[in-house]
């Protein structure tokens, strides 16, 4: 598999990172994360995957500055990230985070707003973000008047307008059906290949990790640590018809092997040890 | 109109053709009730005659100024009281009993306070009113995605501009429930309490009427009554289900 591979700069940087949820009274801390190291490169298109509630989207969460490490750094484009979000990081949620009191539209344009852009720029940013997203046509639609998918694609959207560096995604297809889950995958590669943005996605999806990325980050039940990096080879240029290639299936078997033992163990299969 | 609307007019038609038919063919004894056509005469003729326009003014304004406090009180305790989890657990129980009680039992107190003027009135109405908005504005608070406080977070959004930006639209379709609410028990509590003890409004108009056999002007004070309460009523839902078609939620 020839790999393009991306700059090799460090983007951003988790060393040490460790996180301990306090106790509530009369309970014992819940060590979610860690210790995790982490460096992601520039433009590259990592993702991690995990058994549920290995501390997945925690680590996500320290990344972008929405909840801070209990041990070690955190660093993005060499400054730590501490309390709070930093510039040039955009977040898609795997909840709907959709306004249902504005239209397309105006969703994508909130931070624009925000953040004082001129009328001229926001409406060019967002007729071109929709246009890219394939919203165009639904401008003045409602949130609630899409499918799951597309009010999705309008919360990438209003990320993308601001043209984040680092985009992190944490299971952003979580609640999609297969199909829309392959689409999707499709439409972020496009979005990674134009923005030049490097991606963290959150996924426990083994098949669109294995199908979006460059590298693939395998974490452990908690507290989650990575066990293995696999790194997938494939060309920047790529879609989800990678699906049917055959080192496709070898990348998803590697990353089996590393987390079924990994997944009984988060499901409380005492004593069971994957084959 | 849709065909629910049209539906809905019939139903209001023929149940007030019907009792005007029963009227005029002596079913239903005049003393008792008089037709509908001849309690809108009576009404209009009273409103050109304006022999009851303050009392109508005065009852307007008291209903007025008891849904602006309770909204504006309920709102504001409902935030502080969702603020202090601990202290909403103790008033919960409170919450919940709270239509329970005959509020009507401390008008006499009202008045032993604030004497034989409007403000006993506009309690009466508060006191009927503002717990469901407060109870509103927590199930408000407490629906909001806990996504859109990262979504806020992401975009370094303060709290004041989270606040009012992302946590108040997104709970707006239950605090209007509670404004909806509030419009309802307001009129209730202002003219209820009119009725039994105050010395003018419709309430003490529609009283009177009653004491003297007057059944023309208390017909017409009491349709003038479901008229004002049905347009407000129909107004308010008309909003509401404007901003449920916007946000998808549609027609019941």
Redesign the interface.
């Known amino acids: 598999m020839a790999a393009d591979s991306p700059d090799q700069q460090i983007h951003a940087q988790l060393s040490g990172v460790t996180r301990i949820y306090p106790g509530a009274a009369g309970t014992k801390p819940v060590h979610a994360l860690g210790p995790v190291d982490l460096d992601l490169k520039r433009g590259e298109f990592f993702a991690v995957v995990g058994p549920s509630g290995c501390g997945k989207s925690t680590l996500l ?1 320290v990344l ?1 500055g ?1 909840q801070p490490s209990t041990a070690g750094t955190v660093t993005f484009e060499g400054r730590p990230v501490a309390g ?2 930093p ?1 040039g ?3 898609v ?1 795997q ?3 959709s ?3 504005l239209t397309v539209w105006d969703n994508a344009a ?2 624009l707003r ?1 953040n004082g852009f001129d009328d001229a720029e926001v409406r060019r940013r967002v007729d071109d973000a929709l246009a890219f997203m394939g919203l165009k046509d639904f401008a003045r639609a ?4 899409l499918s799951g998918g597309m009010r999705q694609r309008v919360c990438i959207a209003r990320t993308l307008v601001l043209q984040p560096r680092l985009i992190l995604l944490d299971e952003p297809f979580g609640a999609l059906d297969a199909q829309t889950r392959l689409l999707m995958g499709d439409e972020v590669l496009r979005l990674w290949r134009r923005t030049g943005a490097t991606v963290l996605l959150i996924t426990h999806a083994l098949d669109e990790a294995a199908m979006l990325s460059d590298r693939i980050g395998a974490m452990s039940a908690r507290p989650g640590r990575f066990l293995d990096i696999v790194v997938t080879g494939w060309p920047r240029e790529r879609d989800s018809k990678i699906v049917s290639e055959a080192a496709f299936g070898e990348i998803t078997g590697r990353l089996w092997d590393n987390l079924r033992g990994e997944s009984m163990k988060s499901l409380g299969y005492a004593g069971m040890t994957a084959p | 109109m849709s065909k629910v609307g049209w539906i809905r007019l019939a139903v209001v038609i023929v149940a007030v053709g019907l009792l005007e038919v029963c009227c005029r063919t002596g079913l239903i004894n005049r003393k008792v009730v008089i037709p509908p056509t001849e309690m809108a005469d009576a009404l209009w003729q009273l409103l050109i005659s304006g022999q009851f326009n303050d009392q109508i003014a005065r009852t307007f304004g008291i209903v007025l100024a008891a849904i602006a406090i309770s909204v504006v009180a309920g709102f504001a305790f409902g935030v502080a009281v969702h603020a202090m989890p601990r202290v909403r657990q103790a008033l919960d129980p409170f919450f919940a009993t709270y239509y329970a009680v005959p509020i009507f039992i401390f008008y006499p107190v009202m008045i032993v306070i604030f004497g034989l003027s409007a403000w006993p009135i506009v309690l009466m109405g508060v006191a009927t009113a503002i717990v469901a908005m407060v109870i509103a504005t927590l199930n408000g608070l407490d629906r909001i995605p806990r996504v859109l406080t990262k979504v806020a977070r992401v975009h370094r959004m303060g709290t004041v501009s989270t606040a009012l930006r992302l946590k108040l639209p997104a709970a707006a379709p239950h605090l209007f429930t509670g404004v909806k609410l509030v419009v309802s028990y307001a009129f209730i509590g202002v003219i209820a309490s009119e009725f039994i003890l105050a010395p003018a409004g419709l309430g003490r108009v529609i009283a009177d009427a009653y004491s003297d056999f007057n059944n023309r002007s208390m017909y017409a004070m009491m349709l003038l009554l479901i008229i004002a309460a049905t347009v407000v009523n129909m107004l308010l839902h008309m909003l509401d289900q404007s901003w449920a078609e916007r946000r998808g939620i549609g027609k019941p």
């Open positions: 969460e972008a929405l709070e979000v510039d990081i955009g977040v949620f909840e709907d985070a306004f249902p009191w909130f931070g925000r409602y949130p609630a008047q």
